[in-house]
Every structure is written in structure tokens, then in C-alpha cells.
């Protein structure tokens, strides 16, 4: 046996797992500066080098050959000879695909070693002043932009330092009266059907559409035009436009959506009834060349199991994969100790980063121990259909960055699996903190509460190369997601615990992915009840404790029907029996709490929506009641004493909350 050693000499990570020979072992020995591969292999006479390194700031030039003998290091020279203390320029450079020979130079020895050698590239900005045409692959794997500039005589270059959705872009020079575009990009599960164009503005991102102008991206933007491969759009630098981005579009090779093709996979394997056109009309056809971004449902905490969420143990995910799921999100979490752990803040203390790992793995929830990230690249590892959304919490500066280095070290630096991860951001300074470790391919941000801001947040993350926008079920209002869609994020709603009808609704309103807790692939497909004006009840609440009422004698009087509920809280309900036709003419009846030294101004009204009370608040989104804070720019809705109820779209069986809202009396 022999053993081969490539140095990664810099590089960010490594694909020899795929690339081995018959009868070999491969080992992955990685610290924070780089990794080693070590490669052992069957005796035979010859063995063909191969670069499988990854380094997207520089350009592999070859490989430097180096042995060792009795403590001392011999490097092979350009003369072919193994001497000691040569310089760079004096090192023979072995080229990719190199035949290495039996003999005295290579095969006797029982180890060799080869290190990476790198050119760097000259760092660009996508800022460019002249006019430029910036390719974006949106999910392809390949690009061979640099073969097609020299080829035609193109002034064009291949972006380095980016990454997200810019991580393959390429630059094209516009210098006379024409633009011709070209794809050159290659997806393996996919066939290109064309370019969408947009450009920044001092007020934000605009997309050109079938209306032949330029648009902001909102639920009332017209459909964009798709440019072929071989248009020219040289038209479409009008004015002071400097720089046209063209995001690559994608379909299914069968012709479907991407998403409709996936989830029809899922259907056969578990024997349901979902139909085809179903999946496609869902899948909204064009556009996704994400893996990730084809699952309905992701599994979050690695999924619900034994009546418990979140639990983020290997228990949970192996049911969630059994389950169909093939996209899951789990919480990452440092000790002190510089280990990476996954969890939930399940119990005291929570502030982690004063326990060791050894602490950390001795606990348990619920009787299940934690996993750490190890076991999780095992598991990716040996499931590569599986895509992974790691939640990293709001950190910043070295917080941030050594979870990224203690990442990178435990996943061997080994990209098939890290370009499987969605990573969430809270700002683009976290993204760019963590772009300075290492250029991922995916990014998803957080969308704040304030849904008026909602076009700045768009705009950030096309800047900064955000592929999806990661936002709470409740505010997924129908404008929302169509002006999110139009921007080309992709969107994640979270956290869907178990109804399925409010899920078939997210997804049917052009939601991509749900996070959810115990809704499977299978229970989802058979969801029945859907939202419509059903009718539905309505219970009072005092709001404060302190409070008497009047309606018991009401009941009493047989005016109303109903019953009393005393809360622990020290809050009194009153359940009215009514059952609400919601064909937008009845009345609430008027308040009859009272309460010494208040008086009664109107109505909260609240609702339960998967066993979450949600408020409607005067953007028109239901919140949760912790959302709503004096700086925020909506409010609770605060209605008059008897209010007419309009029309709503409800599940069946829906009942509202009204909360009797206080002010204390003028003395």
C-alpha cells in the first residue's frame, strides 16, 4: 500500500471522497488553516494526480512534491531531483491529471506529498463605473464564463470574492452598440430557459417586465420578460444604467417546475394521492435551481418526535427522514470549550457559552441527549439528498467567525456537503463576518416584523447576494409574498406545529418551504379543511383582573346564550354560544364588564391559529402580543363597544377573542 498526501495550501474545501480509486482510503485531517487528505492506496505501478481542492479567490496552478526522510523534508526540483531548502520558483510544478510513474522519483516511496499551489485573482467589484452585464447562476453548479470570453473575444471576467447568489457570477464589458448574452452556466437536474433582468436605482432593485419597462418588486408588479440565450439587450441601458444583472432560470428536465418534480418524488415513495398538475401549479413552473428550495417542508429542531419539538437529537431525525422530510433546520451553539453543539435553550442557564462541551452532551431533554456537529456531517454525509438549514442566532465579529473556523474544521472543509446548507443571517454584517471564513453558497435573512420596511429588506438582500427571506406564518399576507416572489427571494415561513390547513395555505399563496413541527409529507397531502367564510364563535375577556360582569345575568334572562370562565390569571371569560353566520352584518354584543375606577374604550381582538394567539394589528398582519411595542409602526386594532364583525376568512370552528381594553378615570 501507498499512501498520497494533498495540502490544501489555503484552499476552502475538498471533493476526493467522489473522485477515489478502487480498493483506497481516504482520511481528512483539518485545522483552522487548512486541511490535509490523505489517500492510501492499493500497490500498482502509476497513480494520475487530481486536484479536487476548492479556493474561490484563487486560481490552482498545480501541485509542489514533497517527501520526507530521517526528519528532514526533500522537495523535488525542477530538475527532477529531491533536494532540500528549494525556493518556489526552483520546485518542479506537477499539473492536474499528471501520471506519477514506479521508480526512483515517485511509487518507491511509501508516502508522498503534494501541495496545492495557487495564483490569486485580482479582486473585482461588481460596482463597476462602465457598462457591464453581471451573470448570476441562481442554483447552477457550473460556470465556464472564462472559456466563452476567450473563445469570443469577450471583455469578461469571472467574479472571485463573492458569494450567496453571486458566488458564480461573471462580469461582461459592454464597450460598442451591442450586448448579446449568453448562458453559460450548467445545472445537472435542470434545463435553462432564460435570463430575468434587473437594476439597482438610488431607491432600490427594478425588474424588467413583458410591459417592456422597468418595475419595483411588489405584489403589483406585471410578469417579468424573460431574455433568451443570444438576446441583445443593449435597449435596456438607457440613461445612466451601468450594470444590467441577469439571474438564470431554470425548469425541471421533464418539463415540470423543480419543486412539482421533487415533491412528486416524495409522493411515490410514500404511496399518497397528490397530483401532478397539483405539484406543478404549486411550484409557480420556473425559476428555482436551488436542491434546497424544491421541499415543501423542512423539519425544524431536525423535527417533532414523541410529542416534543425542536428536540434536535438523532432520534428526531432519523423519524423525520423515515417521516419523507429531506430538509430540516437545527440551531448551532459554541461551548466555551470551542465545540459546536446542537440545541434549543431547553434548559438553565441558557447562556451556553459558559459550559464545556462535556457539560453540554452530558444533559438531556426529555431523555434525549444532544447531537453535536460531527454526528451532523455524518449524517449529511451518507445522506446526500438531505439539504440542512443551520440557524446561528444573531452573532457578530469573532462570536461569529469562530463558529464558522469550528464548522468548517468538523465538515472537513468538504463542499458537497456546505453548499447543502442554508445559512440564516439577522444583518448583511453577520453575512459579511462570515463570508470573511468562508463564501457559502446560500444565505436566508430573517424579515423583521414591521412589514413597512419590507422594501428596504428586499433590497438588502439582493445586494448582498440573499437567495431567501425567512418570515413568521402570520405575517405571510398574500401582498407580502407576492412582492417577495417578485423580488426573487425565496421564502421560508416558520413554524408551522401540526395544521395542515393553515400550511396548505401558506403554500398554495406562493410560499416556498414551511418549517414545521409534526406536519409530514403524507399528512399534508390529504389536508382538508381550508379557510373560508365559515361561521364561527366569539368569546369576551375582561383583559384585566379586578373585574365584574353582567352578562351571567343575561344568561339568566335567556338574552344571550353562553357561560362564565374565571381565569387563573384573575381575567373573567365569557364563551357566547352564537354561532356567527359571517356574512358581515352581526353585532358584538356590548361590553358588560366593569372595573372600579376604569372605563371601557373598545375591543383587542385576538384568534387562535395553530395553537398560537395571534392580534390583529393595524398593518393589517395578526402578531403576537410581544411584537407590538410603543416604537413599533403598527399597533393592536382597537375596535368600538359594538362593532359590526365583516366578512372573514376563517377555518372551521374558528373563535375569536375579543380583550376589553382600559383607561383609568379622570379624578
Request: contains cysteine.
Amino acid at each position: 500500500m501507498k499512501k498520497i498526501i494533498y495540502v490544501s495550501n489555503g484552499a476552502l474545501s475538498q471533493s476526493y471522497q467522489s473522485s477515489l480509486p478502487r480498493n483506497s482510503k481516504m482520511e481528512v485531517i483539518t485545522g483552522n488553516s487548512g486541511f490535509e487528505v490523505h489517500i492510501t492506496l492499493p500497490s500498482k505501478n502509476w497513480y494520475k494526480l487530481r486536484n479536487d481542492f476548492y479556493n474561490p479567490y484563487a486560481r490552482f496552478t498545480g501541485f509542489y512534491a514533497l517527501r520526507r526522510e530521517d526528519g528532514k523534508v526533500f522537495w523535488l526540483d525542477k530538475k527532477c531531483k529531491w533536494q532540500e531548502n528549494v525556493v518556489d520558483n526552483d520546485k518542479y510544478v506537477l499539473k492536474d491529471g499528471h501520471c506519477i510513474l514506479g521508480g526512483d522519483k515517485f511509487l518507491k516511496f511509501d508516502e508522498l506529498v503534494f501541495v496545492a499551489t495557487w495564483e490569486k485573482y485580482a479582486e473585482t467589484k461588481r460596482t463597476v463605473q462602465s457598462r457591464s452585464i453581471c451573470y448570476c447562476a441562481n442554483g447552477a453548479t457550473q460556470e465556464s464564463y472564462s472559456d466563452y470570453f476567450a473563445r469570443d473575444k469577450i471583455n469578461g471576467e469571472v467574479l472571485h470574492y463573492e458569494s450567496g447568489t453571486y458566488q458564480l457570477s461573471a462580469l461582461q464589458y459592454v464597450t460598442g452598440q451591442s450586448a448579446r448574452i449568453e448562458n453559460h452556466y450548467h445545472h445537472p437536474a435542470a434545463r435553462f430557459i432564460g435570463f430575468y433582468a434587473r437594476k439597482r436605482r438610488e431607491d432600490g432593485w427594478y425588474w424588467y417586465t413583458v410591459e417592456d419597462n422597468w418595475q419595483k418588486a411588489s405584489d403589483k408588479m406585471t410578469e417579468k420578460r424573460l431574455f433568451p440565450s443570444g438576446a441583445d439587450i443593449y435597449s435596456l441601458f438607457e440613461g445612466n444604467t451601468a450594470q444590467i444583472v441577469l439571474d438564470a432560470q431554470w425548469r425541471a428536465k421533464d418539463g415540470s417546475g423543480m419543486r412539482g418534480r421533487e415533491y412528486r418524488m416524495f409522493t411515490n415513495l410514500l404511496g399518497s394521492h397528490w397530483r401532478a398538475k397539483d405539484a406543478e401549479d404549486a411550484s409557480g413552473m420556473i425559476g428555482c435551481g436551488y436542491q434546497m428550495f424544491t421541499n415543501r417542508l423542512m423539519a425544524h429542531g431536525l423535527g417533532g418526535f414523541e410529542g416534543e419539538s425542536h428536540c434536535n437529537s438523532k432520534e428526531a431525525f432519523l423519524h423525520s427522514l423515515k417521516a419523507g422530510y429531506r430538509y430540516f433546520e437545527t440551531d448551532v451553539f459554541q461551548t466555551c470549550d470551542g465545540r459546536l453543539v446542537l440545541y434549543h435553550g431547553w434548559f438553565a442557564p441558557p447562556e451556553i457559552s459558559k459550559l464545556t462541551y462535556d457539560e453540554m452532551m452530558s444533559r438531556d431533554f426529555n431523555g434525549h441527549k444532544l447531537m453535536d456537529a460531527a454526528e451532523l456531517y455524518a449524517i449529511m454525509k451518507v445522506h446526500p439528498q438531505i439539504c440542512m438549514e443551520l440557524d446561528l442566532y444573531n452573532y457578530k465579529g469573532e462570536t461569529i467567525k469562530n463558529t464558522i473556523r469550528e464548522l468548517l474544521r468538523v465538515f472537513e472543509y468538504d463542499k458537497t456537503v456546505l453548499d447543502r446548507l442554508l445559512v440564516q443571517v439577522h444583518s448583511p454584517d453577520m453575512k459579511n463576518d462570515i463570508d470573511s471564513i468562508y463564501p457559502f453558497q446560500c444565505y436566508q435573512m430573517i424579515c423583521g416584523k414591521q412589514m413597512d420596511k419590507l422594501g428596504a429588506f428586499m433590497d438588502k438582500c439582493l445586494d448582498n447576494g440573499i437567495c431567501a427571506v425567512a418570515m413568521r406564518m402570520n405575517l405571510a399576507k398574500q401582498k407580502y409574498v407576492k412582492a417577495l416572489k417578485a423580488s426573487g427571494l425565496y421564502i421560508l415561513c416558520f413554524t408551522v406545529t401540526q395544521n395542515t390547513s393553515v400550511a396548505r395555505k401558506l403554500l398554495d399563496s406562493g410560499v416556498d418551504t414551511l418549517c414545521v413541527d409534526f406536519i409530514t409529507p403524507a399528512k399534508l397531502s390529504i389536508a382538508v379543511n381550508k379557510f373560508g367564510t365559515h361561521p364561527f364563535r366569539v368569546y369576551y375577556s375582561s383583559g384585566l383582573p379586578g373585574a365584574s360582569e353582567t352578562y351571567s345575568d343575561m344568561i339568566k334572562e335567556h338574552k344571550v346564550k353562553g357561560n362564565i370562565k374565571e381565569n387563573k390569571s384573575g381575567t373573567i371569560e365569557f364563551h357566547d354560544a352564537t354561532v356567527w353566520k359571517n356574512d358581515g352584518t352581526q353585532k358584538v354584543l356590548p361590553n358588560a364588564f366593569q372595573i372600579p375606577g376604569k372605563h371601557f374604550v373598545g375591543w383587542n381582538l385576538g384568534v387562535h391559529v395553530d395553537k398560537k394567539k395571534l392580534w390583529l394589528c393595524t398593518d393589517g398582519c395578526y402578531h403576537m402580543y410581544g411584537d407590538v411595542k410603543p416604537d413599533t409602526s403598527f399597533q393592536l386594532c382597537l375596535f368600538d363597544e359594538e362593532f359590526t364583525i365583516p366578512k372573514w376568512k376563517t377555518l372551521k370552528n374558528t373563535k375569536f377573542f375579543l380583550t376589553a381594553v382600559w383607561e383609568d378615570d379622570v379624578i
